[in-house]
């Protein structure tokens, strides 16, 4: 069965930082895009980053962008999201998914394994 395991959440003051894992069962991890999504109490899942299956093209949602990045180590069926100068607004619980292709993507439809998600909590 695959399972996909995020860590890495907590609670942080505006303007720190935080580095989330996400740690996969698959075998085939490194022939597959990864993405995390994040889920804010009565919002829809939206998308935060995304890397394809190299880690050669990432890619950020504009809320984002300059203050997290993903990276992957496939030795490790690993893929990271660092996250800096964090907000308020960033509050929310976040997801990570695989891809079944090698291209990244900003669709929740376009990932069919999903982790349970860490809760991260930014105060002001």
């Known amino acids: 069965q695959v399972q996909l395991v995020e860590s890495g959440g907590g609670l942080v003051q505006a303007g720190g930082s935080l580095r989330l894992a996400c740690a996969a069962s698959?075998?085939?991890?490194?022939?597959?895009?990864m993405g995390w999504f994040r889920q804010a109490p009565g919002k829809e899942r939206a998308f935060v980053a995304a890397i394809n299956w190299s880690g050669g093209a990432t890619y950020y949602a504009d809320s984002v962008k300059g203050r997290f990045t993903i990276s992957r180590d496939n030795a490790k069926n690993t893929v990271y999201l660092q996250m800096n100068s964090l907000k308020p607004e960033d509050t929310a619980v976040y997801y990570c998914?695989?891809?079944?292709?090698?291209?990244?993507?900003?669709?929740?439809?376009?990932?069919?394994?999903w982790g349970q998600g860490t809760q991260v909590t930014v105060s002001s």
């Open positions: 698959l075998s085939t991890l490194s022939r597959r895009a």
């Open positions: 998914a695989a891809s079944p292709g090698l291209t990244a993507a900003s669709s929740p439809t376009q990932y069919n394994y």
